[in-house]
Antibody
Framework: QVTLRESGPALLKPTQTLTLTCTFS??????????VSWIRQSPGKALEWLAL???????YYSTSLKTRLTISKDTSKNLVVLTMTDMDPVDTGTYYC?????????????WGQGTLVTVSS | SYVLTQPPSVSVAPGKAARITCGGN??????VHWYQQKPGQAPVVIIF???ARPSGIPERFSGSNSGNTATLTISRVEAGDEADYYC???????????FGGGTMLTVL
């Protein structure tokens, strides 16, 4: 059974750095075709893709947020970490990690429950 | 960057068919995936690779993709289908995962 779970701070002040951890089970990120992505959703808004890391440790970032994002993985611990610098109130939202399968045409076949991050002074 | 365009809202009476479109430049050449998101929940994939249904997804959900438009069709709509629906592709030109803006389906 594939599961993903996000963890991290619920509240941040402006200019702080957000560090989110995605802990997963039921698959290995060293297996060919496996990827983990981060996606966020501001309140009442659409899904927004942030970053993706694949089994070969290749990393891909949203163009608009690239300068603020870093994604990394620890395959032995089954976790993926996303950092986002210089947080602003507009970054408030629910952050999801999700499994993306290259073999399934880059579809997202499993999502975490999401974690709400609020940025406020 | 690649853009996917969805209508903000679609309304349909129970028992009728709902069609939600996803427009993109030559989207017919890309595998399209669809997600359903109910309030307070994470999205769930309901269609992948244009028209394939994951196990557990009712046959009432179907998809097609051609030219510049992909379409999600929900036949015999039920009250429980009321949700936001998102289309998604991988844009190999930019190596970006792209979502449409989402469509809110209202069952009248």
């Amino acid at each position: 059974q594939v599961t993903l779970r996000e963890s991290g701070p619920a509240l941040l002040k402006p200019t702080q750095t957000l560090t989110l951890t995605c802990t997963f089970s039921g698959f290995s990120l060293s297996a060919s075709g496996m990827c983990v992505s981060w996606i966020r959703q501001s309140p009442g808004k659409a899904l927004e893709w942030l970053a993706l890391i694949d089994w070969e440790d290749d990393k891909y970032y949203s163009t608009s947020l690239k300068t603020r994002l870093t994604i990394s993985k620890d395959t032995s611990k089954n976790l993926v970490v996303l950092t986002m610098t210089d947080m602003d109130p507009v970054d408030t939202g629910t952050y999801y990690c999700a499994r993306v399968s290259r073999d399934a045409y880059n579809s997202i076949d499993k999502w975490g429950q999401g974690t709400l991050v609020t940025v406020s002074s | 960057s690649y853009v996917l365009t969805q209508p903000p809202s679609v309304s349909v009476a129970p028992g009728k068919a709902a069609r939600i479109t996803c427009g993109g430049n030559n989207i017919g050449s890309k595998p399209v995936h669809w997600y359903q998101q109910k309030p307070g929940q994470a999205p769930v994939v309901i269609i992948f690779f244009n028209g394939a249904r994951p196990s557990g997804i009712p046959e009432r959900f179907s998809g097609s993709n051609s030219g510049n438009t992909a379409t999600l069709t929900i036949s015999r709509v039920e009250a429980g289908d009321e949700a936001d629906y998102y289309c998604q592709v991988w844009d190999s030109g930019s190596d970006h995962l792209v979502f449409g803006g989402g469509t809110m389906l209202t069952v009248l």
